[in-house]
């Protein structure tokens, strides 16, 4: 039987998901707001086949087939017969809550209802849902194609039918998983990689040490493949302060408050890899 995936958000994690699933052999619905938006996602889920084709990694027949199997469209009532919905939006609560509102009344009561959220509790987002037993954490990692994690994180009401379904779809598309029991905010990578980043931060913000000592000393001292901060540089200086402050808003725990630095960094507009200067010029 084909198992129906509906992705919503076509960014660079929605389109990640959209792509790996597509090529594990799941009809995916890949759905965004604009036209804009599905054009740039399915570009670049395009361009990323072609990509692993010209390298020997993917047969191009295979590549086809699996583009064949994506619908993009921006209407989100196509996404009702999704065995999995997948959420991968802006990290803003109140932008989830309206998704999952939407997508409560329009999936079936068996559909499995998941965020690719790295840092808001799930039991937050499933409140404003009839079925909190039937949503679940499934957090992927960017590049999704490359990127083996996936962290699979239980809300207060998470089943373990639930748990057990999004565990089957991310280990069908070649993901390992590790499961979070409590979902506190950042569960456990963001949590990890946030306290890393600000210490990191601090440490450079105070003129401890440059950038490029305080990453080579976790790539040496560590065995990391990536410093902090080309990591801050890499993910988006934005996206993690907003992670971190989100942790810090949650838990009170002062090692999640980002320095002053962060802030201005992202005021000014040098956010990383994507702006072209961060904590590095790029």
Request: overall charge negative; charged content about 25%; some cysteine.
């Amino acid at each position: 039987m084909t198992r129906k995936l509906a992705v919503i958000g076509a960014g660079l994690m929605g389109s990640g998901i959209a792509q790996v699933s597509a090529q594990a052999g799941w009809d995916v619905v890949l759905r965004d707001v604009t036209d804009e938006a599905l054009t740039r996602g399915t570009d670049g889920i395009k361009a990323s086949y072609d990509k692993f084709v010209s390298k020997g990694k993917l047969d191009a027949a295979d590549a086809e087939a699996a583009l064949g199997r994506i619908t993009a469209t921006t209407d989100l009532d196509a996404v009702g017969d999704a065995d999995v919905v997948v959420e991968a939006v802006f990290e803003k609560l109140e932008v989830k809550h309206e998704i999952f509102r939407a997508l409560d009344k329009l999936v079936g009561d068996g559909a499995v209802l998941a965020s690719n959220t790295s840092a808001i509790p799930i039991t937050k987002i499933a409140a404003v849902t009839e079925r909190p037993e039937r949503v679940v954490g499934t957090h992927f990692f960017s590049p999704v194609p490359m990127m083996r994690l996936c962290e699979l994180v239980r809300g207060y009401k998470t089943s373990d039918e639930t748990l057990a379904t999004a565990r089957e779809f991310a280990e069908s598309v070649g993901k390992t998983c590790i499961v979070v029991n409590r979902d506190v905010a950042g569960f456990v990578t963001t949590r990890l990689i946030s306290a890393l980043v600000v210490e990191a931060a601090k440490l450079y913000e105070s003129g401890v040490a440059t950038a490029e000592d305080i990453d080579l000393a976790c790539k040496l001292g560590f065995g990391h493949a990536m410093g902090p901060l080309a990591t801050a540089d890499l993910t988006g200086v934005d996206i993690l302060l907003h992670a971190t402050s989100n942790i810090y808003t949650e838990s009170q725990d002062e090692k999640f408050a980002p320095p002053e630095l962060m802030r201005r960094m992202v005021d000014a507009g040098d956010i990383g890899r994507k702006s072209g200067q961060g904590f590095y010029t790029h």
